[in-house]
């Protein structure tokens, strides 16, 4: 049985209304590319054109200053068990709804190193998206659980600076990042150090 089929025709209120297509071709794309390769993936080169900084350089950051990362993330059972299996991580509590439910909370715990990670990974725009290097992760801990479902949220304070000695173009960050849930409960901190490249090097900062 054929169905009825809705009429395409516009309605008398839209007759003189330009439609979206033809908007879209009163503004005809250019045949010129910008792209240049081997330059494109510079960080000045992208700054240049107006897009979103990604990461800061040392002069850039505060000693006091908190950067509040954005956006936070909801933490699903995908995420726990896809990051468990691709690590190797069979411990019931974090795999098997029948074994946690019979731990001292009552069902499954993210896996900690997933917290982390994501932590840390929330935070790569504010803090180490120009890092040369990350040299260290300091007093990682866990107060609370994390639960399936939470929605983590995740800040960060600039503890100190310090330009290299013996290298002009660079210095080590000290920074303090924080991630709490959506009662605001911390469920996770930890430090970390970070090797920043300077904008000028060679520059006091």
Known sequence: MLLPVASC???PDRLDAPSEVEAADSAPMSDESTFKPGTDDLP???HASGAHQYGRYFEEFEEGAVYKHWPAKTVTEGDDHL???LTMNHHPLHINDVYASRSQQGRNVV???Y???LALGISV???SGLAIANLATDELSHPNPVFHGDTLFVETEVLSKKASRT????GVVIVHTRVHNQDGVLVAEFKRRVLVPKKQPGAEA
């Open 9 to 11: 025709t516009p309605t």
């Open 44 to 46: 000045e080169v992208r």
């Open 83 to 85: 990051f468990c299996l």
């Open 111 to 113: 896996v900690g190193p």
């Open 115 to 117: 917290v982390y990670s």
């Open 125 to 127: 725009s504010d803090i």
């Open 167 to 170: 290298k002009p173009d660079r």
